[in-house]
């Protein structure tokens, strides 16, 4: 085993240098480190939040909205379909996820069922009709119209993906430095910004859903009907925010929606008071045109994620696709909902689920409390270690040591993984753990010396009889670190992952590393008795 | 040997340890048992103090330095928001308060944070601070519960499987037993001093599992490997010589990892102070029982002494009988 094979030196020389080039970036001021050749490794440990200081929302995006919100639309799209076509029906409602409806004259049901068939949903290639809605006939000439199931996974992932494109470009024009957006599981997004440590306007920015429609108010309602309740299908009642009427009765079927929007800027209305204007895409001119033309003298209503910003009257056709919202507005509250109408609406609500905020001087103190326990284990195993086995093979474990550290900063700063606080306790750990390779095998050479072999036979002896010992107790502490990497959330990972990396370069070092060190010396000195 | 020393070596143990471990056995069994038990009534009753990452809620610092903190007032205004279960605690320094509430069943976590806030920018007027400001839903608070629950046991587990292959049977068995003794004592530890039950919490259990399991192989290797060097020797003989010859290793590794970790401790800061401590608990009572939980349970359960694999091992002069 001591024989100094050549491979065991190229392979220790290689990674010791491999280990300084990497490690190097951390120890120099990032002046120094700009100033390098670009082949050069420039990357730094990634310092997890709670190092660094910064926030850490979780989102998650409520897909039950989502499919509500569609459903709402097909019964909406099922009315206006038959209406035209002048089919009665009736009972039309949405029960448990599907919508229910009975065409009134029996001839007519193939016939509704087929129009139903081409006209509503859209198209989905995975479907047996090519659409994303079943159509069903029922007894007593019942219809009943559901989601293809693959189709509303579909739409929830693409929810999902959207919701994130948006909020990329609202944080954008925040201008937080490089935050991470992330999709974590079927519907949840990570949102984790450096340095951020009020994640109180993030959240204001982000959360907003800022869906926008401007809908027909529906005037064949009165006040008292209101009162009571009477609702006719096809409108709903909707909170108002003007100061004219505490609420206003809309028709659901909206006019025009915020995803034709062009363009939103903060403004000002005629008489100098903060607005919003906005500007409409081709298609989205055409339509709020034709509406506006259509309904002269009539009210329509702005909403904005459920509420009435205001209801105008139509004074004349709005054509050329501009328009302006005024409310009551500040210059700020203008501004905001200028970002948002420019940034898209979220395809669904978004929820906190959790949120997490470290302060960097907080994270600036757990840096400083990690490197001097870091330093504090590390002398206390230098001192042990040498007291325990003497200079020489004390010095060669604290010398395996350096080059495991050393390894393991290297390492994770070309993985990019990202060191924690509780990371750091792994690196402690780990170099506690080990020095244990170290102990097994010098207690080995000891126990084979006091057994009457040969100072280089012991040593041998020492190394290839430990060697099964260390692999069985290293295998078992990588099997709870990668159980911890594979269930743990956050800073548990970050640990696992320290860990598992200290695993390997500390089995490296404490074996082949020393076993070259005490290789070279049994060289040079030729003892007659080992010093241990 | 009796090699004059050429550097002060500080020799922990004699070299030669003649301790009778397994004569103590049944004591320390009972002692053992009881503290399990102990343990096991205490996870019940009181139970354990789950951290907001396992039970949900909010968590924030209230700081209106220079000022002290109104802790009567800061109280009312959390009451006022309709929340579930709110506690105000003085934090270190009088300016100082560590505040925690649930979210009402139903709410955004995210949504009630940002209402405290302002309610309490509110009530407690200019400067107000709130530092690390923490909220998890009930959901992912479930899930976390879940998974770490899962984690604890799939460790247990797979550490079962690997010394049952790696070993025998009757090994796997008492490494399990020493696992679950060193598992549940640590669950008791940490009820028994309040230590808040966090996913660090988690990641420190995990480690000490680790060790215990580390801890427990290096004792039952060389248990394996002198039940075939020593054929004729009664049981319970090898397992004294055994945890006899591996005692100065065991000692060296448990106290650098404590010393290691003692550092971590005591200079970590409030972050890593319950974690750090529950290692170190943990990693003494591994200790312990490789010698005393592991080995006796071979005992008392016998083990196969091989016909196989019978390669007598040539020490030379043996040191010992």
């Excluded at chain 1, 509420?307 to 700020?332: V, Y």
């Excluded at chain 2, 399990?36 to 330095?65: H, Q, R, W, Y």
């Excluded at chain 2, 080995?295 to 390669?311: C, D, F, N, S």
Aim: glycine share 10%; hydrophobic share 50%.
């Amino acid at each position: 085993m001591l024989t100094l094979s050549r491979w065991k030196i190229v392979l220790v020389t290689f990674s010791v240098i491999f280990g300084i080039l990497f490690t190097l970036p951390n120890l120099l001021p990032q002046k120094t480190l700009d100033s390098f050749p670009s082949w050069l490794p420039q990357q730094k440990l990634n310092l997890g939040l709670d190092l660094q200081g910064g926030s850490y929302l979780m989102y998650e995006v409520d897909t039950d909205a989502l499919r509500k919100e569609r459903l709402k639309n097909l019964v909406e799209d099922v009315r206006t379909v038959l209406r035209g076509e002048q089919i009665t029906f009736g009972e039309l409602a949405e029960v448990n996820g599907t919508v229910r409806l009975r065409i009134a004259d029996a001839a007519k049901v193939d016939e509704a069922a087929s129009l139903l068939r081409r006209s509503v949903g859209s198209p989905f290639a995975g479907s047996v009709s090519g659409r994303d809605v079943n159509v069903n006939k029922r007894d007593d000439q019942r219809l009943e119209l559901s989601f293809v199931p693959e189709a509303a996974a579909q739409d929830a992932s693409m929810a999902v993906d959207q919701s994130i494109e948006t909020i990329r470009r609202r944080i954008d024009t925040l201008g937080t430095k490089e935050p991470n957006i992330t999709r974590q599981g079927a519907d949840r997004i990570v949102i984790q910004a450096a340095g951020e440590s009020d994640p109180e306007r993030l959240k204001a920015v982000v959360g907003k859903t800022a869906k926008l429609t401007f809908q027909m108010v529906d005037d064949s309602v009165t006040p008292e009907d209101i009162a009571a309740g009477r609702i006719p299908p096809g409108s709903e009642a909707l909170p108002s925010d003007d100061r004219f009427q505490a609420a206003y009765v809309v028709r659901k079927r909206a006019l025009v929606s915020g995803d034709e929007l062009v363009d939103s800027r903060q403004s000002f209305d005629d008489r100098g008071a903060p607005a919003v204007s906005f500007k409409f895409n081709g298609a989205g001119s055409r339509k709020f045109g034709d509406a506006t033309a259509r309904n002269v003298g009539k009210r329509f209503a702005i909403v904005l994620d459920g509420r009435i910003i205001s209801a105008p009257t139509i004074n004349g056709a709005i054509l050329g696709g501009s328009g302006i919202i005024t409310g009551s507005f500040t210059a700020e509250s203008a501004s905001d909902l200028a970002l948002l109408l420019r940034s898209g609406a979220l395809p669904a609500p978004l929820k906190v689920e959790q949120q997490n905020t470290v302060g960097a001087e907080l994270g600036a103190d757990a840096v400083r409390a990690g490197a001097i326990s870091t330093l504090v284990a590390f002398i206390t195993i230098v001192v042990f270690m040498i007291l325990s086995y003497g200079l020489l093979f004390g010095g060669i474990s604290v010398i395996a040591l350096i080059i495991n550290g050393m390894l393991i900063v290297a390492a994770m700063s070309l993985t990019q993984a990202t060191l924690t606080l509780p990371g750091i306790a792994g690196l402690i750990l780990t170099l506690a753990v080990a020095v244990d390779a170290n102990v097994l095998i010098y207690e080995r050479m000891r126990d084979e010396a006091r057994a009457g072999k040969s100072p280089i036979m012991a040593a041998d002896a020492g190394f290839s009889r430990a060697m099964t010992t260390i692999i069985d107790a290293n295998v078992t502490t990588l099997v709870a670190a990668g159980i911890m990497f594979a269930f743990g959330a956050g800073p548990v990972r970050g640990f696992a992952w320290t860990l598992s990396i200290g695993v390997f370069t500390s089995v490296f070092t404490s074996v082949l590393v020393s076993q070259l060190l005490i290789g070279w010396w049994f060289r040079a000195a030729r003892p007659k008795k080992l010093p241990i | 040997m009796s090699a004059p020393m050429a550097w002060p070596l500080i020799k922990l143990l004699p070299q030669k340890t003649n301790l009778t471990f397994v004569k103590f056995a049944r004591l320390m069994a009972l002692i053992s048992a009881t503290l399990v038990v102990a343990s096991l009534i205490g996870v019940f009753k009181p139970g354990l103090n789950l951290g907001i990452d396992f039970k949900g809620g909010s968590v924030m610092e209230v700081s209106t330095a220079p000022r002290a903190v109104d802790l009567t007032k800061v109280r009312s205004t959390l009451e006022a928001q309709g929340l579930g279960d709110v506690q105000v605690q003085a934090f270190g320094s009088p300016d100082r308060a560590l505040v925690r509430f649930q979210t009402p069943a139903g709410g955004d976590p995210g949504v009630t944070l940002t209402n405290v806030k302002t309610a309490l920018k509110q009530s407690l007027g200019d400067p107000v601070q709130f530092i690390n400001p923490s909220a998890v839903g009930p959901k992912v608070s479930g899930e976390l519960f879940r998974s770490g629950v899962l984690a604890l046991v799939l460790a247990v587990g797979l550490m079962f499987l690997y010394i049952w292959f790696r070993f025998e049977p009757q090994f796997g068995l008492g490494a399990v037993a020493g696992l679950l003794h060193d598992l549940i004592l640590t669950f008791g530890f940490i009820v028994l001093f309040k230590i808040e039950f966090s996913l660090n919490t988690v990641a420190a259990l995990l480690t000490v599992i680790g060790y215990s399991m580390n801890d427990t192989v290096v004792v039952f290797d060389r248990l394996r490997e002198n039940l075939r060097k020593y054929k004729k020797m009664p049981l319970k003989d090898v397992i004294d010589l055994s945890i006899n010859e591996i005692v100065s290793r065991t000692i060296i590794t448990g106290v650098t990892a404590i010393m290691a970790l003692t550092g971590l401790a005591i200079f970590g800061g409030d972050a890593l102070f319950g974690f750090s401590v529950v290692m170190i608990f943990g990693i003494a009572v591994g200790t312990y029982s490789s010698i005393y939980v592991g080995a006796p349970i071979i005992l008392l359960w016998g083990v196969k002494r091989g016909e196989e694999e019978a390669t007598p091992i040539k020490l030379g002069e043996a040191s010992r009988p």
